[in-house]
């Protein structure tokens, strides 16, 4: 996944963000127990199995005890993470030794699951009353439609072949960093938005719930209840249909601007109105690193530049275009180069070299993916050499300094910017200096002592 400035976090780095009040009432929830769960490294994994029915804290010292020496960095990372949730509250004794204790809430309801199992808040309808429910490949494709269908309004309302019927919380997310919002002109992508358009499908699914959840407080909804539904979408059956009226306020407003991402396809019967959660809904609590669910690649980038894309989504076409050159459009193929004019204007937009290489190693069809490596090397080399080109020359404010009255006042002078770390140039010959701009002070107040 490309390493851009604005990589979604985490679910879990969400929840763990959340004040002690919060977390402690996510917790009451036993699925949003068994979600934290899941996404805990491995050995944060086995201390809360380990420490499930201990009642009594267990000191740092005798945890540490529990891993060979050269596994401390990992379990150091495991307490951490652990501490970071509250899954582990820290607890001071006499001799000011740190012990560890799970947190109560946390304890109890995974007990509980664990031994009793758990049941969400509502059941899937039966058959005999949803009708025409559909298919899996259906749903599949109803999501890629929605999703492609959201990205293209990102880049241009225009590329949307139907009309578009987004909700403002949506279009404020889009606001909070992908869009610029001036006044009286309409919006644009903004170098962040740039960026968006290049990571990964679960990534950028990640950007847009945390920001739809972090700015859910301007909207009047606790961010708690926004997370803790979500997470429960993740443990419902992909394809079954679930009664909007087992839903509260909050979270029908909630369905209504998932729908919109394709994370939920809602239906209406003759009386009762239903949704049916998405392969994107119900993969929520999954990690960003999990790759398992990442689509085919479709893109052949040869050595001479030219690159051939074996696809039919016209969003797949607009990406392209924010590097490479399009020259023409088949039913199913998509054929251009890509030329340093091209890559110029995406380093303009704010896309990097790096991000470029990612997703054409990504998204390499795979034909060519299990080559190595999947772009050839000379093409990966001449966008790095053109992005070079362009950061050759950096700006940096300065002074010039000449007419020293000795030689002796331009050495001292000389050997001062060079122990601040401020000259930049020299020359002997003439005494003439140049040093940061921001050193200028420092300058004048040197020389003014040699006087």
């Known amino acids: ?75 150091k990372v495991a ?22 204790r799970l947190n109560p809430k946390f304890q109890d309801n995974l007990q509980k699951y664990l031994v009793y199992g758990g049941a969400l808040p509502r059941e899937a309808m039966p058959s005999n009353i949803t009708v025409r429910l559909p ?24 590329h949307v072949e139907r009309p578009t019927n987004f909700s403002s919380s949506v ?31 679960n990534a950028q699914l990640w950007y847009i719930i945390r920001e739809y959840i972090s700015s859910s407080q301007d909207r009047g909804v ?41 994370l939920i396809k809602l239906q209406q019967g003759r009386k009762e109105g239903w949704f049916i959660p998405t392969k994107l809904a119900t993969n929520l609590s999954v990690s960003l690193s999990d790759t398992s669910s990442r689509k085919q690649g479709f893109v052949v980038v040869e050595t001479n530049f030219r690159l051939y894309a074996y696809s039919s989504s016209k969003l797949h076409c607009e990406i392209l275009r924010l590097f490479a050159r399009v020259e023409y459009q088949l039913p199913n193929l998509i054929v251009g180069a890509i030329t340093k004019e091209s890559l110029y204007n995406a380093f303009e937009n704010g896309i990097t070299a790096e991000q470029i290489i990612s997703f054409l190693q990504q998204n390499a069809h795979p034909r060519v993916a299990e080559r190595t490596p999947a ?29 020293f009255p000795s030689k ?24 003439r200096l140049i040093v940061r701009g921001e050193l200028h002070q420092d300058m004048r107040d040197f020389l003014r002592r040699q006087k």
Not at 229 to 234: D, V, W, Y
């Open 1 to 75: 996944m490309p390493q851009v400035r604005i990589i979604a976090k985490n679910f879990m780095d969400m929840v763990a963000a959340l004040p002690a009040m919060k977390l402690d009432k996510l917790y009451e929830n036993a699925f949003i127990c068994e979600a934290v769960l899941r996404s805990l490294p491995p050995l944060a994994k086995k201390y809360v199995l380990q420490m499930l029915y201990m009642v009594v804290p267990i000191t740092g010292k005798s945890m540490e005890e529990w891993v060979l020496s050269d596994g401390f960095s990992k379990h």
């Open 79 to 100: 307490v951490d993470r652990l501490l970071q949730l509250r899954i582990f509250l820290e607890v001071t004794d006499r001799k000011k030794e740190t012990s560890y």
């Open 222 to 262: 606790d961010p708690t209840d926004l997370i803790s539904f979500l997470l429960e979408l993740s443990f419902h059956v992909l394809g079954e249909a679930y009664n909007l009226s087992t839903l509260t306020e909050v979270q029908k407003n909630a369905v209504r601007d998932l729908a919109d991402l394709g």
């Open 375 to 403: 772009v050839p090397e000379n093409v990966t080399d001449q966008i790095r050499l053109w992005e070079t080109d362009r950061n050759r020359v950096d700006i940096i404010p300065s002074h010039l300094y000449e007419d």
């Open 135 to 158: 298919s899996l490949e259906d749903l599949e494709a109803y999501a890629l439609e929605q999703w492609e269908c959201f990205l293209l309004q990102l880049i241009n309302s225009s």
């Open 408 to 431: 002796e006042v331009f050495e001292a002078a000389s050997d001062f910017a060079r122990e601040v770390s401020g000259l930049l140039w020299e020359d002997t010959k003439n005494m």
């Open 171 to 201: 279009m404020r997310v889009f606001q909070r960093g992908l869009l610029s919002a001036r006044e009286n002109e309409t919006p644009k992508l903004t170098e962040n938005g740039f960026q968006f358009l290049l990571m990964d499908t």
